[in-house]
C-alpha cells in the first residue's frame, strides 16, 4: 500500500482523513480521463459513438465487481436521483422503516413522498432493534445504509440475509455509498433488493457517476413512471416494455463520468479487494482502540464488535481546528469531529492524529 500512495499527491501535503466526505483523485485516473477529453476534443461525435457501443462494458464491469449480473445494473449520475426515481414507482400504500438520523439522502425521499414509515434509534443493538420492530409491526421496505454517514456504524452483513430469510416479503432498500470499496462484497448472496451508491467516496471514480444494483425479484414492487430517448437506446422504439433497469436511465451517460467508474474499479480490483479490505480492517481496529483510550468514542461505537473505518470523536470547534493547523482534513459532523480512512491511509497516520489530540 506505501507504493501507492505516490499515485495520490493529496498525501504528500497532508493526513486525509475525509474520504467520508470525498475520496481522492489520483494520477491514473486523472490521465486517462485527460486522453477521454482529447478523443472528444479531436473526435467529437465519433467519441461519442465509440462511448455509446461501449457503455454495456460499464456495467459489466460493476456487475463483476459486485456479483450482480449486468442486466440488473443500472448506471446513474448519484445515489439521490436514483432513488427518488425508483420511489416514484413504489406503492403509496408502502409502509417504510428507516433509521433515526439516517443520511438525509436516503431518509428524505421517504419523507417527501409522506409514505407511512417508522424509525428505529440507532445504539449498539441495532440490528437487535430491527428485529424486533419488524417482528412487532407489518412493514413493506426496509431502507438503511450499510454504514452510518456521521457514526461509522456499520450494518452486520449477515443480519440483512436472515432479515429475508425471515422476512420475504421486505423489500430491503440500501445505500452502499459509505460502504462499497472498503471490502469484498457479492450482491447475489446478500439478501438485499436493491443496492444504489454515489461512487465519489470509497470507489475513487470521482462525481456524477453512480449504479443500482437490483434483484429481479425486486421490479414486480414498482411502476416505474421515469422515460427517455436513452430507456430504449435511442433507437425510436416503443418504451413499453423497456428494462427494469434502463428506467432508472432515461438520459445519455456521460463517458468521462462512467469512465472512470469502470476504470476505477478496474484499479481496485488490481489493488485486490481483499488487500483492500485487510488494510481497512487494520485501520479500523487501531483507531478504534486509541479513541476509545482517549475516551473519544460514543458507548454506542465502543460496544459493537465491527466497525468501519468512520469515527465521530468528541470535540468541538477548537479540537478541528486544532487538527486543521496540524494538516489533517477531516470535518465537523453531527455533535462531534468525523475522521475517515481508506487504503492510503497508514497506522503512523492514526498515531499523528493521536498525538495531536493527546497534546
Not at 462484497?185 to 451508491?197: E, N
Request: aromatic share 12%; glycine share 8%; net charge negative.
Amino acid at each position: 500500500m506505501q507504493n501507492l500512495r505516490k499515485k495520490f499527491p493529496v498525501l504528500q501535503q497532508c493526513i486525509y482523513a475525509n474520504t467520508a466526505a470525498t475520496g481522492l483523485l489520483y494520477e491514473d485516473l486523472m490521465e486517462w480521463r485527460q486522453e477521454n477529453d482529447l478523443d472528444y476534443l479531436i473526435g467529437g461525435s465519433h467519441m461519442k459513438q465509440k462511448w455509446y457501443d461501449k457503455m454495456s462494458g460499464v456495467r459489466s464491469t460493476v456487475g463483476q465487481f459486485f456479483g450482480c449480473d449486468s442486466s440488473h445494473v443500472a448506471l446513474v449520475p448519484n445515489f439521490t436521483l436514483g432513488l427518488n426515481l425508483l420511489l416514484e414507482g413504489l406503492p403509496k400504500t408502502s409502509k417504510v422503516l428507516l433509521v433515526q438520523n439516517d443520511y438525509p439522502s436516503l431518509n428524505w425521499p421517504f419523507e417527501s413522498r409522506n409514505f407511512e414509515r417508522d424509525y428505529v434509534k440507532i445504539d449498539q443493538n441495532l440490528e437487535e432493534n430491527i428485529f424486533e420492530r419488524l417482528r412487532k409491526g407489518t412493514y413493506d421496505v426496509l431502507a438503511l445504509s450499510l454504514v452510518q454517514w456521521i457514526s461509522g456504524v456499520k450494518m452486520d452483513l449477515d443480519f440483512l440475509k436472515k432479515v429475508k430469510e425471515e422476512h420475504p416479503d421486505v423489500l430491503i432498500i440500501v445505500d452502499g455509498t459509505q460502504f462499497c470499496g472498503t471490502e469484498r462484497f457479492d450482491f447475489s448472496v446478500s439478501g438485499i433488493d436493491i443496492l444504489g451508491a454515489s461512487a465519489y467516496k470509497w470507489l475513487l471514480a470521482g462525481y456524477g457517476n453512480g449504479f443500482f444494483l437490483v434483484n429481479e425479484g425486486a421490479t414486480e414492487r414498482f411502476d416505474l413512471k421515469a422515460v427517455g430517448n436513452w430507456t430504449v437506446d435511442r433507437m425510436g422504439d416503443s418504451f413499453e416494455n423497456a428494462p427494469f433497469c434502463k428506467r432508472l436511465e432515461p438520459g445519455h451517460l456521460s463517458s468521462i463520468n462512467f469512465g472512470s467508474l469502470q476504470f476505477s474499479l478496474e484499479f481496485l480490483e488490481s489493488i485486490g479487494r481483499d488487500s483492500i479490505g485487510n488494510q481497512l480492517q487494520l485501520l479500523s481496529q487501531k483507531a478504534k482502540r486509541e479513541f476509545t483510550a482517549l475516551g473519544l468514542l460514543e458507548e454506542t461505537v465502543v460496544k459493537r464488535n465491527d466497525h468501519s473505518t468512520i469515527f465521530n470523536i468528541k470535540g468541538g470547534q477548537s479540537v478541528f481546528d486544532k487538527l486543521i493547523q496540524n494538516d489533517v482534513v477531516c470535518v465537523l459532523r453531527g455533535e462531534g469531529i468525523r475522521l475517515s480512512f481508506h487504503f492510503y491511509n497508514t497506522e503512523n497516520e492514526v498515531d499523528a492524529i493521536v498525538d495531536i489530540l493527546k497534546s
